[in-house]
């Protein structure tokens, strides 16, 4: 075989959204796309806010020297400026513009940290369930990725994050509000998590960091807030993106922001740069670094979102199903009612609904489904939902 074998292999591991986008497509092809409720995919649906096509037009047609050249592969120092503003505001830390580095979306940026603060196997905590990329993007740099279940109600569970803890624990990565599960970690359990970590660190001899994948700050329900990390640990890194709450994830822009305490902050920051050169990014966008840094406070309207999540809790809830609402983000992540999961989104197929399996992201027993879709789609969901929930009946 000449094409790497673990790379075949990642490409069955990590086929559940594939699979569900091809039986879709099959599905959409027999009956009409019209006649799918596809709830597989978190690909946001909603325009980005209408000052976004202005922005990029304008910025587009200045005529500025170098506008399309090389920068310092951590980004424009302005728009490192007015982004750094930003994460000051919504963190209630002082961040000044040097601890900020624009990279190629909250993917970009998790591999440069993964890249910049891993040797060969070290450990980096996953909470389950967890955004499936991320066991990838820990292995991309020699890391092994240690899967923690989080708590009934997919709150941090403390204790087991403390068993998990060892000598070569390098970092943890939090996602909140979280994908699948929308659930916003509270400030105490942060608080609580902060400790845990500063004890390993006085046990082992060694900071453990925090990595606080963002995306969906912005996108929180019933006047939710989303905590700082922050302000509960010194040793953290946030890393974001505008792929959600501009509506924009094709345009691959994001960024890394450090805590201005964090140990051994300027060669970490000097690493971390270089690897955002060397994986290949070299730097973010220019142009929509331009845009973001004249947009960065902006956001797509939320009570869109807020909406769906309303009838889609509503609907789930008629239809018997059990699920713990979501605070924040745009999924709900429902107990399948069979034992299961893949079984379960195979009956919810036949009653033309697709789902991703919970399998899919290190929680057997739940499936996931993303509203970004109209708000008819979930309405129209209603009695293919019952459907499939007597069927899965009729068979316990
Ligand atoms: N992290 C989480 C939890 C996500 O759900 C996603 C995308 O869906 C990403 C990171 C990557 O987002 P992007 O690279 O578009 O910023």
Not at 144 to 173: G, H, Y
Not at 225 to 237: D, K, W
Not at 327 to 333: C, D, I, P, S, T
């Amino acid at each position: 075989m000449t094409i790497s074998n673990k790379m075949i292999g990642f490409s069955k591991k990590s086929s559940w959204i594939r699979l569900m986008f091809e039986k879709g497509a099959k599905l959409k092809a027999e009956f009409g796309a019209e006649n799918i409720f596809d709830f597989s995919l978190g690909n946001p649906d909603i325009p980005p806010p209408a000052e976004l096509s202005a922005t990029l037009l304008r910025l587009a047609a200045e005529k500025n020297a170098g506008q399309h050249a090389y920068m310092p592969n951590a980004g424009y120092p302005k728009v490192r400026q007015s982004v750094a503003q930003k994460v000051s505001g919504e963190q209630g830390v002082e961040v000044g513009f040097e601890n900020i580095i624009m990279t190629c979306g909250a993917a970009g940026g998790l591999n440069v940290i993964m890249k910049s603060l891993l040797n060969p196997g070290d450990e980096v905590i996953i909470l389950a369930p967890y955004f499936v990329e991320y066991v990838f993007y820990i292995d991309n740099h020699g890391g092994v990725p240690v899967i923690v279940a989080t708590a009934e109600d997919f709150s941090l569970d403390i204790s087991a994050i403390s068993r998990a803890l060892t000598p070569k624990t390098k970092a943890i990565i939090v996602n909140s509000p979280n994908n699948p599960s929308g659930q916003i970690y509270s400030e105490k359990s942060l608080a609580q998590l902060a400790e845990a970590l500063k004890q390993a660190e006085k046990k082992f001899g060694a900071p453990v960091y925090i990595v606080s994948d963002e995306p969906y700050r912005k996108i929180v329900y019933d006047g939710l807030e989303v905590p700082s990390i922050f302000n509960a640990y010194a040793n953290s890194l946030v890393v974001t993106s505008f792929s959600k709450d501009l509506s924009i994830p094709g345009e691959r822009i994001g960024f890394i922001a450090v805590h201005p305490e964090v140990q051994d902050r300027l060669q970490l920051l000097e690493v971390m740069i270089l690897a955002n050169r060397i994986l290949g990014f070299v730097n973010a966008p220019a142009l929509m670094q331009r845009v973001v840094g004249e947009m960065a406070p902006a956001s797509i309207d939320i009570s869109v979102y807020a909406v769906r999540r309303q009838m889609f809790c509503d609907i789930l809830s008629q239809c018997g199903y059990e699920f713990v609402a979501p605070k924040g983000a745009f999924y709900v992540f429902p107990k399948s009612p069979l034992e299961s999961d893949v079984e379960f989104v195979d009956i919810l197929q036949q009653n033309k609904i697709l789902a991703v399996p919970g399998t899919g992201f290190g929680t057997p027993g739940y499936f996931r489904l993303a509203f970004c879709v109209e708000n008819s789609v979930i309405q129209r969901s209603s009695d293919a939902f019952r459907r499939a929930m007597d069927t899965a009946r009729n068979k316990v």
